[in-house]
T-cell receptor, first 113, second 115 residues
Framework: DSGVTQTPKHLITATGQRVTLRCSPR?????VYWYQQSLDQGLQFLIQ???????AKGNILERFSAQQFPDLHSELNLSSLELGDSALYFC????????????FGPGTRLLVL | AQSVTQPDIHITVSEGASLELRCNYS??????LFWYVQSPGQGLQLLLK??????LVQGIKGFEAEFKRSQSSFNLRKPSVHWSDAAEYFC?????????????FGKGTRLSVIA
């Protein structure tokens, strides 16, 4: 158990819909990262938040957004969903205290029908 | 841009045999280096990491990896594979000195273990 939690574990929705994925980092970790894992693209970085502020952006679509709340949990919002958004979405956290190790949550598997 | 290459998509080894999974990276300086393992339907578990110092690092589950600067490689090894090691293995790199940076992952190597 990495200490990073993600909910829900599975999500099935229809095209055009909007969903929210939630992540709670390890206790004390200030940074949260979101990654997408798909068969064709592999593991790709989407976005990073550090202590409530956006720190880095990767291959995140404009239809996707995220935020980190004062209690440091984070949410990834996916809107106008398309079939191609079906993937495993991981959250990871790190301490930002000289240790760059990222610890991953179990992921949310999203299926868009 | 950084890139990570895992040249072997799928490897099959016999239980008890040794294992080496290859990883090469492309980056101007030495990045942070990681190996993660993903079992079917599971998340990513950290096996080991290299930040600095001894270039041979030990990890969990009997794995080790060796950083070779001259070859830009960070290969993962295990002397005797167990059936429970069957999983997908990912090599990843992160930028140094930029304060918590996103990881760049290789495409992964799927390990199958046969009796």
């Amino acid at each position: 158990d990495s200490g990073v939690t993600q909910t829900p574990k599975h999500l099935i929705t229809a095209t055009g819909q909007r969903v929210t994925l939630r992540c709670s980092p390890r206790s004390g970790d200030l940074s949260v990262y979101w990654y997408q894992q798909s068969l064709d693209q592999g593991l790709q970085f989407l976005i990073q938040y550090y202590n409530g502020e956006e720190r880095a952006k990767g291959n995140i679509l404009e239809r996707f957004s995220a935020q980190q709340f004062p209690d440091l949990h984070s949410e990834l919002n996916l809107s106008s969903l398309e079939l191609g958004d079906s993937a495993l979405y991981f959250c990871a956290s790190s301490s930002n205290r000289g240790d760059e190790t990222q610890y991953f949550g179990p992921g949310t598997r999203l299926l868009v029908l | 841009a950084q890139s990570v290459t895992q040249p072997d998509i799928h490897i099959t080894v016999s239980e008890g045999a040794s294992l080496e999974l290859r990883c090469n990276y492309s980056y101007g300086a030495t990045p942070y280096l990681f190996w993660y393992v993903q079992s079917p339907g599971q998340g990513l578990q950290l096996l080991l990491k290299y930040f600095s110092g001894d270039t041979l690092v030990q990890g969990i589950k009997g794995f080790e990896a060796e950083f070779k600067r001259s070859q830009s490689s960070f290969n993962l090894r295990k002397p005797s594979v167990h059936w429970s090691d069957a999983a997908e293995y990912f090599c990843a790199v992160g930028l140094r000195n930029s304060g918590n940076t996103p990881l760049v992952f290789g495409k992964g190597t799927r390990l199958s273990v046969i009796a």
